[in-house]
Structure formats: C-alpha cells, structure tokens
C-alpha cells in the first residue's frame, strides 16, 4: 500500500518538540520522554518473544501511563487486555512499540497515523542494514507526511527512567543516573546496560536509532539540550547518513563519542552493519572538534569520561595527588603529564599544609604520600585540606591495599568530607586490590564520586573535565565566509566554457588574490617584451611555462628559477622556449608566469569535498613534512579566525612555525588564508596551495591548483 496522509488527533501545537524536519517545522519527542500512553504492536504471552520482554520490563519498570498490548490473536497479555489494532485502543496513546515481522510494519505505522501517534519505535530488523533501503524510505516518506517521529528500524528500543518507561528488550533493573546514551548498535547496548549496572554508572536515558531513517543524533542531542535530568551525553557511532545536518547540531552540554570504523575494514563491516558509510576517520576527527564533541577511544574510556560529568568542572588546571604509595604516586605523575594535566608545585607550601597529615617520613612534595601507616585518618586530614584550599582545584586520590586499612572506610570518608565541602571541585579515585577495594569502588560510584580500579583510567576521566572546560570557554567565531567575487565566477564559467576542468596557474593565482589569499608579487606574459615590463619590482622571480597541455612543467625545462635582473630573465626566456620546443613540439604555449621568490616555511593549505561533510579544508607543513609525515589538519567549511588558529594549533610539528632556523611563520596571514579559500568552496573539487611560503613579514601563496 502506498504512503499516504491521515488524520491528525493531535494539535500543531504538539509537534514543535526537537526531531526531524515535517514541512520546515522540527517533529515532536516528547512522547518519547514523557508518553500517557504505550502500545507495544506485536505483543506476545511467549517469553521468548521480544513482543514479551519490551511489555514485561514496561510494566516491571513501573511506567504510571496506559499500557496497551496489541495483538489480533490474543484477549489478554501479562494481566492488560489486548487490542487487534491500535485504532481500537480507548485511551491516548503517545508512543508505539513496534515488534512484528518487516512485511507489516508499513502497514502498522499507517494505523499509528490514524491514531494521531507521533512517536514510534520500530523494533524490527530486516530493513537497510540487509539493503531494503526502499522500504526504509517509504516508512520515512510516511511519517514525514503525517508529521511522525520514529526511530529505527533495527533498535533495541528505548529507556528514560525519569518517566519510568523501559521499553526495550535489555535488562529491567537499570541504575539511576543522569547520563544519557545513545547506540547505533542495539546488541551493544544491551551489554553495555548490563555493564553500566555492574559499574554502577548511572543512566538516564537510553536510545538505540539502529539504521536513523527518522530520528538520530542530531535530535535527541538537542532534545536533551533542555533536559534538566541530563549531565552528559554519550553516543556509540558507526556512521552518519546525513554528516552535514549532524555538524549542524548544537551543542549545550558535554557529548562525548565513540566512533568505529576507523580502520579500513572496520569502515567496511560498519557500512554493511547499518547500512551508512563509515566516511574518512580524519574527516570524522575534525568534525568533532570543530563542534565541540569529545572522542573517546575505547568504551573504558568513553564511560569513564561520561561519569566524571557528575563533577563539578575545574576551576584550573592543576592537579593534587593523595596516596599512600609511591609508586602509584610516580605512574599517576606519569599519566598526568601524558595527559597534559600539570601537578601543582609549590614544595614549601604543600609542607605547611600537609606536613600534620601524615607520619614524619611521609613526603609533602606532590604526589602527597602520607605512606601505608596514614591509615583512615590520614586520608581524611589529607582530603579534608585539598577540598578547603582554594588553590587546589583538582584532586586525585589513590588507594593501594594494605592488610592494616579498609579501603571502604577510606571512601566513607571522603565522601564525608566530599559533602562537607560542598562538592566545590573534581576529585577521582583510583583503588588498586581485591575484593575490598572493589566494594569501595562502588560504594564512591554509587555516590557520583568516580573511581577506577587503575590510575589511567582516573586521570583521563580528569582529562575528559579538562576537555570539556576548554570547549565550554571558548569564544564563538562570528564569522560569515561570503559569497565569490562576481570576477571569480567570470573566471569559472570561462574556463567551463572552453571545456578545462584545471585552472591554468595564473588563473588559479587571479581566483585566489580575488578571495583575498595573500600572494607573492606575480605577473603572465605572453611574449618577452611583456615579461621584461611584468618583472619589473618582483626580482628575484621564477618563470614557469603557461600551456594547458603541459601539466609536469619541471620534466620539459618549463622552469627557471632564482633569476635576477632583465639580462638573465631573457636568456632564461628564450632557453626555456627552445627547451619545449624539442620535448613538446605540439603543446599549446600561452606565455609565461612570472613569480617573486620569497623564502620561509613551507606550508600547505588545502581544499577537498568530501562525500559526506561537503568541503574541507586542510593546513600542514609543505615539503616533506606533508608528503612523509601526514601531519595535517582538517576543518569543516564554514569556520572562523579562532576555529583556524585551533586548526594550526593541532599540527604535530606547530612548533617549528614558531622559529626554525632563523625563520618564523606569519601566523596571522596563514590564518587569513584559510579563512579567504572558504569563498569558493563550494566551487571547486580541489585546491591545492603548495607551497604556501610564511615568514616574518607575511604567507603566500606561490603556487596552486585548482580543479572545478
């Protein structure tokens, strides 16, 4: 049956929550979040069914609204009497559960719209991760037209425990939190519920968006923009369908993502899993950063970041390390630095305040060790100081068992003085032993207080703090990239016209001074009376060869470097005309490039589309430092003056534009060109500026190709 347009029993009014796109205007979430009333279609009285489990954990999880089995074949389901159809249910009903086979869900979602329900979630596999995309596409083509947000297909469901509604099919018993977590993969979920549980880290959401057809990221990101109940926001990625409108989101709150598919196969078994592309991981990288989103590395580390989000954000950036072991101590100091987390340092200080908590051969430089006989007491006097000093502002505490001490009592008491202090500053633990320091462990978790069984799982739950300090403290560029100048798109259709797809480099050269890239002092002859006129001021110049047919100018002769005064460029001239003669008698010859030589580092500036986020641009060193080393950095157009500086910023070899054998790069100028290239991004397929020369006095683009 063909997608078509019901009645709504709901106002407009009721649509304006978050969500996808109908007709320009977002669609509503709230039932997700806050339903009155829950069908789960395909309902089943067979354990084994997911129809089962989805209406059992509803009801065991305590959910106060109408709960509504549907199924055709049965009166009755887990003491709820059952309807053949959602239409037949009296009550309102918010959200719908769909469970039953592929072949009926379209017609499931039309009953729903006869309903007036504007939230559902399609449990069902069978979709675009096995290549059914059209019927993916008319689900979503429906639910567009009747103003329905949905999610999935191929989910686990969903969970939001301020509404006390389970309906997924995981586990019943979820700890209380306030991180909320996003999956693309529901069998990962469903272990990471289990997990989460185990660890004791709390959750207040759970959304599996399977193959997103409808709902994904970018939604709920923003729905839980203004959810009070949410702290942090943890997504499990394999790839994006709509990159652009993702790196559209805004961001509010802490959002930390694990992202797959990194490797290239892993890109590969991503794709086939749900049905989108992996995209380029350094694409990916950029993104984050340049929205604001941290990624973790591994699910230890993603969770472990998210939960230190229960802490107050640092007032600076030093750390105070309390154990009672020094070479927990010195591997934490190791850590902290790895993570560019500095120690305060201030010897006599740290005496005078220290000194009383710990027994004479105790140390008061930082680490504070107050050794294996501080004891329970020393812990608290030691705690007690680092949460009451204002210079502190973070604090890592390490426990190493001992027969003479229990590690329970240690967390008892600085949860005590945690409370006591007001929870005024970030403070993670570190335990390392058995069983008792395991119970300690959770007893701080339980109590928000992160804590690990290693030191770098702790210290990079503080970096993640850090992190998110930094991005919440950043200026916002305002910044608009404009449009091309009008000479600019004379030159392309030009080009166009003539059949080129490769600007020849004294067009490339016009495009980019046109945009305001910043050029060396340049000139095109055509014979060598102009090129005597065009070099006169840009001594020393390079000459390169101008032919459409010549595209490695180096291999024919087709350039003369270093030359000085008039005498030398005509000699250079006419050589170069008799070399290209003989090694390209049929080539097209237009003239010649006139270049001022400027020396200083080799950079690199460049411009790519990329299939999923549009253009990109990309900054490194030039030379070999490109070619060998990789060590580039990307950002997504548009960006501004501040995004730019980031971007130099992360290159691995940054310090060498600081001063490097007697030069120093012009960063200001590098910053203006990255800038000035996003006015014809959406132009051209390729930019390439390399070299891009920086030195004290400016950059310039000596060179570039650019491709339409």
């Known amino acids: 049956m063909a997608p078509h347009k019901v009645e709504s029993h709901q106002s407009k009014e009721q649509r304006t929550i978050g969500g996808g796109e109908c007709n320009g205007k977002p669609k509503d979430l709230s039932g997700f979040f806050n339903p009155q009333g829950v069908a789960v279609i395909g309902a089943s009285p067979n354990p084994s069914k997911i129809g089962f489990q989805i209406l059992n954990n509803i009801i065991v999880g305590g959910f106060a609204g109408g709960i509504y089995p549907v199924n055709p074949r049965e009166n009755e389901i887990l003491g709820r009497p059952a309807y053949r159809s959602v239409t037949d249910i009296p009550g309102p009903v918010d959200l719908a559960v769909i469970t039953i086979p592929a072949p009926q869900v ?9 309903k007036g329900i504007r939230n559902v979630a399609i449990i069902t596999s069978g979709f675009g991760e096995v290549g059914g995309m059209e019927e993916e596409r008319r689900l979503k083509e429906f639910a567009d037209q009747n103003g329905i947000a949905f999610l999935g297909p191929n989910i686990l469901g969903l969970l939001h425990m301020p509404a006390k509604l389970n309906a997924t099919f995981g586990p019943a018993e979820i700890f209380p939190g306030k991180v909320a977590f996003i999956s693309q993969s529901g069998a990962l979920a469903i272990a990471l519920m289990g997990w989460t549980i185990m660890e004791k880290i709390g959750l207040v959401s759970l959304f599996s968006i399977g193959n997103k057809a409808d709902v994904g990221e970018k939604e709920l990101i923003e729905y ?8 942090v926001i943890l997504i499990y990625l394999e790839g994006l369908r709509n990159a652009r409108k993702f790196f559209q989101t805004e961001i509010k709150k802490p959002v930390v993502v694990l992202k797959v598919g990194c490797s290239q196969r892993g890109a590969k078994a991503a794709a086939s899993h749900t049905g989108s592309l992996a995209g380029s991981d350094g ?3 950029a993104a984050f950063r340049q929205m604001g989103i941290m990624r973790a590395r591994s699910f230890t580390e993603a969770f472990g970041w998210a939960r230190a989000f229960s802490l107050p954000l640092p007032r600076g950036e030093e750390a105070l390390i309390i154990t009672n072991g020094g070479g927990i101590g010195v591997s934490t100091t ?6 560019a987390i500095p120690l305060l340092d201030d010897s006599e200080w740290l005496e005078g305040k220290f000194r009383s908590a710990m027994p004479a051969f105790g140390s008061t430089k930082n680490p504070i060790d107050i050794t294996g006989q501080g004891g329970v007491e020393g812990y608290r006097k030691a705690i007690r100081v680092a949460f009451h000093e204002d210079r502190i502002t ?3 505490v390490l426990y190493c068992e001992t027969a003479v001490t229990n ?4 967390a008892k008491a600085l949860i005590e003085e945690y409370d006591a202090a007001k929870r005024n500053k970030p403070v993670v633990v570190a335990m390392v032993g058995g069983n008792r320091s395991r119970e300690a462990i959770q007893y701080l978790n339980e109590r928000l207080v992160p804590a690990y069984n290693s030191v770098n799982e702790a210290v990079s739950s503080l970096k993640g703090l850090h992190l998110w300090r930094e991005i919440a403290h950043r200026p916002k ?16 259709d030009r080009v166009r016209a003539e059949g080129r797809e490769i600007l020849m480099e004294h067009e490339a050269r016009q495009v980019l001074q046109l945009c305001g890239v910043p050029t060396p002092g340049w000139g095109f002859a055509s014979s060598l009376d102009q090129a005597v006129k065009a070099a006169r001021g840009l001594y020393p110049l390079a000459m390169k060869i101008a032919s459409p047919d010549i595209v490695h100018k180096t291999d024919v002769g087709g350039v003369a470097l270093n030359i000085a005064n008039e005498s030398q460029l005509a000699a250079q001239y006419n050589q170069m005309m008799q070399r290209i003669a003989q090694a390209a008698p049929r080539a097209h010859i237009l003239g010649v490039n006139l270049i001022q030589m400027v020396q200083g580092i080799e950079c690199i500036v460049g411009l790519s589309q990329d299939a999923q986020f549009g253009p990109v641009i990309m900054f490194g060193l030039g030379g070999i430092f490109v070619e060998v080393l990789r060590d580039v950095a990307f950002r997504i157009v548009p960006f501004g003056p501040q995004e730019a500086e980031r971007m130099i910023h992360e290159i691995k070899s940054r310090r060498i534009l600081d001063g490097f054998r007697g030069l120093k790069a012009h960063r200001a100028s590098i910053i203006q060109t990255l800038c000035a290239v996003q006015k014809v991004a959406h132009l051209f397929k390729e930019i390439d500026i390399n070299p891009l020369i920086s030195n004290s006095q400016g950059s310039f683009a000596v060179d570039a190709r650019i491709v339409l």
């Open 477 to 492: 560029d305002a910044w608009k990239i404009g449009e091309p100048p009008a000479e600019v798109m004379a030159l392309v």
């Open 407 to 410: 590690p329970v009592d240690i």
């Open 283 to 285: 694409i990916y990288d």
């Open 394 to 396: 973070n604090v890592i």
């Open 106 to 114: 379209m017609a499931a979602m039309e009953e729903c719209g006869r």
């Open 224 to 231: 839980y923009n203004g959810d009070p109940n949410v702290d």
């Open 334 to 339: 190791d850590e902290c630095e790895a993570a």
